[in-house]
């Protein structure tokens, strides 16, 4: 059997939370292994949740205050959520006001 396949079972879909944010702490940079970009770990506090995400860039394209949405997975390590997955939230009921 292929790996990355199961038997019997569906594969688990993914953990999406929503919130507004609360504070960002960052640490790095990083170096995993040579030839690998530096990588900052930033925790994140979202209505009282946290959550670790690391990626290459020092800042985030998001503030604090800003209400957010991202797809996570839970780890022994606590919660990590996916690469690219992190932006602000549109309510559609005000997007298009003018």
């Known amino acids: 059997m292929p790996a990355g396949y199961r038997r019997g079972g569906r594969r688990q879909p993914k953990l999406e939370a929503r919130g507004t944010l609360e504070s960002v702490e960052t640490e790095g940079p990083f170096k995993e292994w040579l030839g690998m970009p ?27 205050g800003d209400y957010v949405v991202f ?11 996916d690469r690219r997955s ?9 997007f298009n006001r003018e």
């Open 38 to 64: 530096d990588l900052y770990r930033h925790t994140l506090t979202v209505d009282g949740e946290i959550y670790s995400y690391q990626v290459e860039d020092a800042t985030l394209d998001v503030a604090i």
């Open 71 to 81: 797809r996570y997975k839970e780890t022994k390590a606590g919660r990590w959520i």
């Open 86 to 94: 992190l932006g602000v939230a549109i309510d559609p009921a005000t």
